[in-house]
């Protein structure tokens, strides 16, 4: 069954998205949208896309499309969302969800009336290595988990003319690097280890006071070769870098790093679970092998190989050991999960990918995230009814 699908946003992740999908094999990418239409009409001619749009919401209500991913700023998120489903529409969105708990709760409701496929695109779960690891901790190989610790460094916005969209509070949210990267990190170690976050310890700093905007524009992770007066001072208020203290439930503890300002590294999300027989530690920068720890036997390095993965993770490994599987291979992985789900049809059942009620959940913690940092005490996670409810 083939599906044609709609994204919006041209900049740096909408065309992964289509590359993506061009590569599931039952999906065509029918249309993209930007906020230029003569420069979106280009990127979507070098991408093989037919259509291209000035305006998101010709895509959205385009009769020719029924998934819309929405890859644009985080301040758009719930508008497009929410007429997409409106017009009928499945959504595939960008983290976070939305840039308040409110406007992700209307979503999550609205999905359900609609009877809409829904997901946030927490793509670091489709590493084969997360799957396999998710199955070891269920069946207790880890024992019981002691402490989770790791972070989330990059170093994109390292330089203060670094700048972004992502920066501003009005289009990004209140938070910037816990909603950007820890979000990723927060969801990846509630999967893996299948234990819930409780309460939150947060510490925020902006060491950039002052940035540099360019008064040209210049895409995500791209134009470092402006003069000094291409640029305006700007005030910034979110976070460049964040350290929180975690306590799961069942009694583990933990600590979540984040920083976009950390010299040398790209894109490195990496975590340790303890527990009471063995430890496992991960780094999507090394993302086709996982240690493993033993305190009475030898410490092993388990490599990405289809036949000594457990069975679960076995979908999400299209390549034999030694043929390495990465960043843009997470994205097929998760779209041929949504794709398959929607060719089923079969919507009572529970989705195998990450739904609007995860983004929700992210969209919860760090609001408690940011609450903590600006009060310094240990603040509490509430559940909600619409969360982890099966559609």
């Known amino acids: 069954m083939a599906f044609k699908a709609g994204v919006i946003g041209k900049g740096f992740i909408g065309p992964v998205h289509a590359e993506a999908l061009a590569r599931i094999g039952n999906v065509e990418v029918v249309a993209l949208a930007g906020s230029d239409e003569n420069a979106t009409r280009e990127k979507a001619k070098a991408l093989g896309i037919k259509t291209g749009y000035g305006d998101w919401r010709r895509l ?127 969801d990846l170690v509630e999967f893996v280890s299948g234990l819930k976050i409780n309460e939150v310890l947060a510490d925020f700093e902006t060491f950039h006071k002052v940035r540099k905007k360019p008064l040209k524009p210049i895409e995500t992770f791209a134009g470092k070769m ?75 390095i388990v490599m990405k190989d289809p036949s000594l993965l457990e069975s679960a993770a076995l979908r999400t490994a299209d390549y034999p050991g030694g043929h390495n599987e990465g960043f843009p291979d997470t994205f097929k992985q998760m779209f041929k999960d949504v794709y398959g789900y929607l060719a089923k049809g079969d919507f009572a059942a529970k989705p195998p990918f990450p739904t609007f009620r995860d983004g929700l959940r992210e969209l919860r913690l760090g609001e408690r995230i940011v609450e903590s940092s600006k009060s310094g005490i240990w603040t509490k996670v509430e559940q909600n009814h619409t969360e982890g409810r099966q559609r």
Not at 251 to 268: C, D, E, I, L
Request: aromatic share 8%; charged share 25%.
């Open 60 to 186: 959205v209500h385009d009769d020719e499309v029924e998934i819309v991913h929405i890859c644009s700023p985080n301040s758009l998120h719930y508008e497009m969302a929410k007429e997409a489903l409106e017009a009928g529409k499945h959504v595939v969105c960008e983290k976070p969800l939305t840039v308040s708990i409110e406007q992700a709760e209307e979503l999550v409701e609205l999905a359900d009336k609609m009877r809409r496929v829904n997901t946030v695109h927490f793509n670091v779960r489709y590493y084969p290595l997360m799957q396999h690891l998710h199955e070891m901790v269920a069946k207790g190989e880890l024992g019981k988990i002691f402490a989770i610790h790791g972070s989330y460094l990059q170093d994109w916005l390292f330089f203060p003319t670094d700048y972004s969209w992502r920066l501003e509070q009005s289009q990004s949210g209140k938070s910037r690097a816990v909603a950007d990267i820890g979000s990723h990190w927060l």
């Open 226 to 300: 402006l003069s000094p007066e291409d640029y305006e001072d700007v005030p910034i208020d979110t976070e460049d870098y964040a350290s929180v203290l975690l306590r799961f439930e069942g009694g583990a503890h933990g600590v979540m790093t984040v920083s976009q300002v950390a010299a040398g590294r790209k894109n490195r999300l990496s975590f340790e679970i303890e527990g009471s027989r063995r430890s496992a530690a991960w780094d999507s920068e090394l993302p086709n092998q996982m240690w493993i720890g033993r305190r009475d036997g030898n410490n092993e």
